[in-house]
């Protein structure tokens, strides 16, 4: 069984930074690409970034290039996102996920399997 659990969520002001981590264990982690979502209330869950298995690749989605990195360590089996220049509308839940198959990173909800309880993000102005 694919476990996922998020950390290092919080509460901080705009302009603050955050590093997301997101430890997974039940199966070899390396040949997998990851990806972290957000929900906001209210909203549906939504894209933010993707990472290939060996960390050569990732993705972004709009909103987020320049300020958020996604990163990989395949010897910790864990995947990170770091979040710099945080603003009020980054505010959400912030899940990671893996797919059941290997493959090329992948940005849509339904191409993942496996999903973690979730880290709470809230950015005050």
């Known amino acids: 069984q694919v476990q996922l659990v998020e950390s290092g969520g919080g509460l901080v002001q705009a302009g603050d930074s955050l590093r997301l981590s997101c430890a997974a264990s039940?199966?070899?982690?390396?040949?997998?690409?990851m990806g972290w979502f957000r929900q906001a209330p209210g909203k549906e869950r939504e894209f933010v970034a993707a990472?290939?298995?060996?960390?050569?690749?990732?993705y972004y989605t709009g909103s987020v290039k320049g300020r958020f990195t996604i990163s990989r360590d395949n010897a910790k089996s864990t995947v990170y996102l770091q979040m710099n220049s945080l603003k009020p509308e980054d505010t959400a839940v912030y899940y990671c996920?893996?797919?059941?198959?290997?493959?090329?990173?992948?940005?849509?909800?339904?191409?993942?399997?496996?999903w973690g309880q979730g880290t709470q993000v809230t950015v005050s102005s």
């Open positions: 996920a893996a797919p059941r198959s290997p493959g090329p990173p992948r940005s849509r909800v339904i191409d993942y399997d496996y």
């Open positions: 990472i290939s298995y060996n960390g050569a690749t990732t």
């Open positions: 039940g199966r070899p982690f390396s040949p997998y690409p």
